[in-house]
């Protein structure tokens, strides 16, 4: 059996002696059961159609409808917390305006905010969530592929935003789709001893939230009743020694913060900052490392910003926050409430439409 | 677009649906023409315009220099140089501009001139170094009288941009693919689900294996800052070799299984490259498609090995030399390509010596010359990966044992993935070494066929990533 690979002669392929019919009908066979039997697994484990992931890709989208001026006036930036934290059905409700949800998980919101002020031309409020160890630190991101993400949003090809369309679709109806369970994901899950000073994958992030139509982030219900996922996401956080940026770092962050607020407030639009609750070590260690009177404080008297701090409020107190660091879903709701609230006495205009259609 | 992507999956239903259609041949090529600049646009539409401006070139050129044949080779160079001015130029300009300019700065910096080379934020056309080669082989080959100019414009636009092997090959001469378009054909039953075979098999490679098995263990060690040890130089480069293989050598097959499902025979551009013994070997096995490339169009015009010893071995290395800088705009690729040159070399000087040709006599022989070839290829492996000398010095620091206070970076998972993975992929290789895949699926009983097919194409589902992109494109 021969292929002819001379340069200059008309390629030929052999096809090898087979039952291809059988062969086809036994790959389509397996391949549709393994995969049903698949997505039943991983519905068992708690995934559900529908829960449609995030990535630089919806981000991107996002980023978009902002450039396009298809938004009501509100942009929200800043980390996990606030993203987790904020129901926009609240929002909704409340003030008939939508907000866009421009936070990313494990990424520091003030090159966000820097660009905001600087490329986007936006004049409504500007919501920034404060989650102190990553707004004063001086990287970007602790997520590889979030890195570009500010550059993306204009250089994403067609073809990935056809591909993230369909990926959408096919979300809405497989669990088993989710990034955090694919099969190279759950390998690296296994516990195992490792070398000194190596960082275990074990101690990557898992699954933390569910996410809707336009990346409303709310805790992952699993995550709420599973002891062990709790506990994995709380040594996760670790450690708490109750290390923080240093001054110059929090010096800069301010600075930065400073101009971004003067520009957008200096064509019409608005900043506030919202410190979302935190308990457990990853509080205390958040006191010790990053205590407010250094960092928040100092933010929002150099800004001259206003800002919301969980701790000031008695309505956000007494929140339920299974792994130290992001609210249930039931919490959020209440959270999104009682800022919201705030901010609509701070801003009477903000209550200026009438409430919109929950999303769907 | 990229073939690990669902826009291509469905882009190829939608294709192959078409290219079934009652249509007439020369409509099924204009589908498929169309639909090659879809494919390419989908990822930067304007420099769709590069490949109809590469088209043309090649397209008059070669009409011109056929029909000056009888005016006197200077003419026919002429119109030669302006194909080869052309296609270079856009490749030189895309590909090694900002190259050029660095290394032009660093240069006036040593004579003490301070010139600091403007910005460069010109983004590089995907499959640019491909698509240019295989149109310049074409306006070669009607220079050098191997082959008439083409009468078909439509063939022949469809040979420059036919999407299978668009951006990253097989690079395909005129003669193996034109004379395909000519007669109409369409796979049959078995061809087509050979390609779709072809086309899980290159999937597995790409997307479970590279992506999933191999990228974060070799991105781990490349990328850590500090001196690395024995273990872990070695994993990492390893890793690498099993990454960059899987990678290629899976665009490649999705290419020749997606042609096959249209009904076109693509050439192949790999047979298994770690079984080789010895370079001249690995050359035939590895990239098969640029390496006689190079052969051809620049090693036996330079006079390949018809003049002296010492003219051989220097045309030897400068082919290798240049062919390391083909793959990227880097000194570190122009060591990589020197090395392998080395190698070649040294190869051709012991056969020389003791008039050893082929391979060794005895298994034993053969397998240790085996391991050594592939410990040299590691080596030179190490230049492709680090983006620096300083990053490829500390891993080559580590491979021989002098890496001062090395750290450990490699969780023991990456560890166990990586050995098992690399041990795999070296092990089938060896045991493939003589046989062609067809042959060894011909005498497989056809449930053990389906079987693996299926585990295969079920890991590429569970395992499914973000559709990265595969590592040549950025050649």
């Known amino acids: ?360 | 677009m990229v073939f690990n992507s669902l826009t291509f999956l469905v882009f190829f239903t939608v294709l192959l649906v078409l290219h079934h259609l009652p249509f007439s041949w020369t409509t099924k090529k204009v589908n498929l023409l169309i639909a090659s600049y879809v494919f390419y646009a989908a990822w930067n539409p304007p420099f769709v315009l590069l490949l109809w401006i590469s088209t043309l070139i090649d397209w008059f050129a070669a009409r011109a220099i056929y029909a000056s044949r009888d005016k006197g080779r200077a003419h026919q160079r002429a119109w030669l140089l302006i194909s080869l001015a052309a296609n270079l130029g856009f490749l030189g300009f895309f590909k090694y501009g900002e190259f050029l300019l660095q290394n032009w700065q660093a240069l006036m910096a040593s004579f003490g001139i301070a010139w600091v080379a403007p910005e460069w934020d010109i983004v590089l056309p995907v499959g640019i170094s491909f698509y240019t080669f295989q149109t310049m082989a074409y306006s070669l080959d009607v220079y050098l009288g191997r082959a008439k100019p083409l009468s078909s414009f439509l063939d022949f636009s469809l040979f420059v941009t036919f999407f299978p092997q668009l951006v990253a090959g097989p690079i395909v001469r005129p003669g193996q693919l034109v004379p395909q378009f000519a007669v109409p054909c369409r796979a049959t039953r078995d061809q087509m689900l050979w390609g779709f075979g072809l086309i899980v098999l290159g999937l597995f490679e790409k997307v479970v294996i590279a992506d999933a098995g191999l990228a974060n263990v070799s991105d781990h060690v490349f990328g850590a800052q500090v001196p690395v040890g024995f273990v872990d130089a070695w994993l990492g480069t390893l890793a690498f070799s099993g990454q960059i293989f899987c990678d290629f050598a899976g665009y490649s097959t999705i290419a020749i299984g997606s042609a096959l499902c249209l009904g076109f025979a693509l050439p192949d551009n790999f047979r298994m490259p770690y079984a080789a013994i010895g370079f001249s070997d690995f050359w035939r096995r590895w990239h098969i498609s640029l390496s006689t490339w190079l052969r051809d169009y620049l090693y036996i015009p330079l006079g390949g090995n018809r003049s002296s010893a010492t003219r051989t071995y220097v045309n030897l290395m400068l082919t290798m030399l240049l062919g390391g800088l083909w793959h990227g705009a880097n000194w570190t690729f122009v060591v990589w390509g020197g090395l392998h040159g080395l190698y070649l070399a040294g190869e051709r000087w012991i056969r020389s010596r003791t008039g050893v040709a082929g391979d060794p006599q005895g298994a034993w022989n053969r397998l240790a010359l085996a391991l050594v070839t592939y410990f040299l290829v590691n080596i030179t492996w190490v230049f492709f990966r680090a983006e620096t000398f300083e990053g490829a010095a500390r891993i080559l620091a580590g491979m021989f044992g002098f890496a001062e206070e090395a750290t450990a970076v490699l969780p023991t998972i990456y560890m166990i993935k990586a050995g098992v993975i690399v041990a795999t992929v070296v092990v089938v290789q060896w045991l493939m070494r003589n046989r062609e895949l067809e042959e060894v699926v011909a005498r497989t009983p056809w449930w053990v066929t389906g079987l693996i097919c299926a585990m295969m194409l079920f890991a590429v589902i569970i395992a499914q990533g973000s559709g990265e992109a595969f590592i040549y494109f950025q050649f």
């Open chain 1, 1 to 360: 059996m021969t292929h002819v690979h001379e340069q200059d002669e008309v390629t030929v392929r052999e096809i090898p002696a087979a039952r291809w019919a059988a062969i086809g009908w036994l790959v389509l066979v397996l391949v549709v059961a393994a995969t049903a039997v698949w997505e039943w697994r991983m519905r068992s484990l708690g995934l559900r159609a529908g829960d449609l992931d995030d990535s630089k890709w919806h981000w991107a989208v996002e980023r978009r409808r902002l450039e396009a001026g298809d938004h009501d006036g509100v942009v929200i930036v800043g980390s996990s917390r606030i993203l987790f934290d904020t129901d926009l059905d609240i929002w909704s409700e409340m003030t008939g305006r939508r907000p866009l949800q421009l936070a990313l998980v494990g990424t520091n919101p003030r090159p966000v905010l820097i660009r905001l002020a600087e490329e986007s031309g936006f004049k409504g409020l500007v919501v920034v969530g404060v989650t102190p160890d990553l707004y004063f630190m001086d990287r970007f991101s602790y997520i590889p592929q979030y890195e570009r993400v500010l550059e993306f949003w204009r250089e994403e090809s067609p073809s990935e935003r056809v591909g993230h369309r369909i990926g959408l679709f096919l979300s809405r109806h497989l669990a088993f789709l989710d990034e955090a369970y694919r099969f190279a994901a759950l390998v690296e899950r296994i516990d195992i001893p490792d070398r000194a000073h190596v960082r275990r994958p074990y101690l990557e992030v898992w699954k933390l939230a569910e996410t809707s139509a336009h990346r409303q982030h709310r805790m992952w219900p699993r995550l709420e009743r599973d002891e062990r996922l709790r506990d994995h996401a709380r040594l996760v956080w670790g450690p708490f020694d109750g290390g923080g940026p240093a001054p110059e770092s929090v010096a800069r962050a301010i600075v930065e913060s400073r101009q971004a607020v003067e520009t957008i407030r200096a064509r019409g639009g608005e900043v506030v900052f919202v410190r979302a609750p935190s308990a457990g070590l990853y509080y205390e260690a958040e006191q010790m490392g990053i205590p407010r009177a250094r960092t928040w404080d100092r933010l929002l008297a150099e800004t001259g910003a206003f800002g919301i701090h969980f701790e000031d409020y008695s309505e956000m107190q007494n929140l339920e926050l299974p792994e130290w660091s992001h609210l249930s879903r039931e919490s959020a709701t209440h959270f999104t409430r009682a800022y919201v609230e705030v901010l609509v006495r701070k801003f009477p205009g903000l209550r200026s439409r009438p409430p919109a259609e929950p999303e769907k």
